[in-house]
């Protein structure tokens, strides 16, 4: 896990082994047409689409906050346990075995992603539906671009002390600054690199923003 190329930040490394129990990750983020449901059916506010559109556009300007609400009522519905990934299974789910920085290999390609791109083979001005790029070798959608997804671990500047059987790392909500991890359509492809990270305080919604589910065993 980190900065297995040299081309990243400081907070990408030490690079270290981490080992993850098993667990499942959606292939899609989730999209306005699944959060909608939900607001529908217990009465919360809808998230704004920025006049981008719903249905299968993923979702945008959802809190870290909002998106346990959301994974509360999705467990009581259905008796399974849906999460947010940890950042170390994010990581190893968007990599899917390679060790490049993007998941098709070492350079950005803009028809493969939805980023801000470079030779305008993208597009996609904002957000795509989801499903619209290739997958990566385990058939998950966008793990680098459309929109940054929230992860389940506060932000910490580096990887030292990280789990070596990676287990998010949390603090209170007042003092956790959640992880986003895949970078959005506004991004340029430094920020679509498979190890690159950033953060976003918890109650904030931002128009680039939104989150994949998680699921144990």
Known sequence: MGDLTGRGMPDEKP???VTVAAFRMSKYEVTFQQ?????QATGKTRPSDQ???????????VSWIEAQEFLSWLNAQTGLKYRLPSEAEWEYAARAGVTTDYPWGASFESA???????????PFMYTAA???FAPNAWGLYDVVGNVWEWVQD???DSYDDASPTGEARTADVGDCNPVIRGG???ND????RLSDRSWHAAQYRYPFLGFRLARDE
């Open 35 to 39: 959060f909608d449901a939900y607001t």
């Open 154 to 156: 506060c932000y910490i």
């Open 189 to 192: 492809p430094a920020n679509l």
């Open 15 to 17: 690079v270290h082994p």
């Open 112 to 122: 493969k992603a939805n980023g801000s791109g470079t030779s305008k083979a993208d």
């Open 184 to 186: 959005s359509w506004a």
């Open 130 to 132: 989801v499903g619209s």
């Open 51 to 61: 006049g981008l559109g719903r249905g299968t556009l993923p979702l945008i300007n």
